[in-house]
């Protein structure tokens, strides 16, 4: 199947897709967004996690910011790099394996590669940062092998021995963010895309990128807000949404210093499809609270031209070619979303 081709099937597959706005209800002409407010983030206590693409987006941040991330949680996604900007390869070898899944070790190399030409963040960066990656075993759309490899790279690299590497691949659920409180049949994949699976993975996100495990109150107590995403200076970002949603504990408020942990949704998961439901119940902002870490849901956008119907971030390069580097309109604007929060990305 050729790239052209590919693009086609996908397009007329998804075309009954509504792109209507619910939730929230806010779209990219209204301007009434809350402006990002600046907070005391502790540059020691920051961090990503991502489910399906959000996961490859996640991977793509951890790399290409590893000098200021402590780590990165890595839910049923490929590996970096995997698409190599084609449609056609995301699509086969970097969801279905087929017809060979992706090689690690070959990734790694590439990773490197990238570092020497000054794309990514010097590898020291991943000195001491934990990363967690994970894949139910009811999945079928991601295969298991596909989300073995995002860890795999990171094992493949010289900083692999500092570095604190788990991989859970016995999880009981499909294609879907666990939950405790919230979600649908667990092992159904299905939107919303989270699954009422008597396991709550943002608890072990947050501790396994923070601290050790503490006690959280019955529901979040903090503020749940949209806020507005700070403007590239050369234009817009491809495919993101100018608002993303903010979780702020009360304790983050004011002079307190607080983590910041940056969560990338999956594909059909963004505020215009489905609200804040994500935001809400994948489980995080208790958490948050007990751990003093404010979180930031940045959001993609469905758009036709390009083709990303279904509000996928960036990893087979709808943005353009450099879009799984430090130079990516992607992770550049999120990056600049943090760096108004207070985080050190200026």
Known sequence: MTLRTSRIVLLLALLPIAAALIGFGLNRSEASLAAMPRLRIDPQRIAVAGFSSGAVMAQQFHLAFSDKLVGAVLLSGPPYGCAEGSLDLALSRCMKGEPQPPDAAALARQVQQRVARGE????DGLAGDRVLALHGKSDMLV????????????EALPQAAS????????????HVWPSTTAGGD?????????????????????????????????????ELTLVGMPALSDGDATSLDEAAVLYRPARCAGENAC?????????????ARIGDTFARDSGF?????????????????????????KACWDWWGYSGPDYDTRSGRQL????A???ALGAPFD
Do not use: K
């Open 120 to 123: 990514l963040a010097p590898l």
């Open 143 to 154: 295969a298991t092998a596909v989300a073995r490899a995002s860890l795999g790279i990171y």
């Open 163 to 174: 570095m604190h590497l788990h991989w859970d691949g016995d999880g009981d659920f499909a």
């Open 186 to 222: 667990c092992n159904a994949t299905a939107p919303p895309y989270i699954g009422h699976c008597g396991r709550d993975l943002a608890q072990e996100a947050m501790q396994a990128m923070f601290d050790a495990p503490r006690q959280p109150a019955a529901a979040a107590t903090g």
């Open 259 to 271: 983590g910041l942990l940056l969560v990338f949704h999956g594909c059909e998961q963004e505020r």
């Open 285 to 309: 902002n208790r958490w948050a609270d007990a751990h003093d870490v404010v979180v930031l849901y940045p959001q993609a956008r469905s758009t036709y031209l390009p083709l990303n119907p």
């Open 332 to 335: 550049r604007a999120v990056a």
């Open 337 to 339: 979303a943090a760096a």
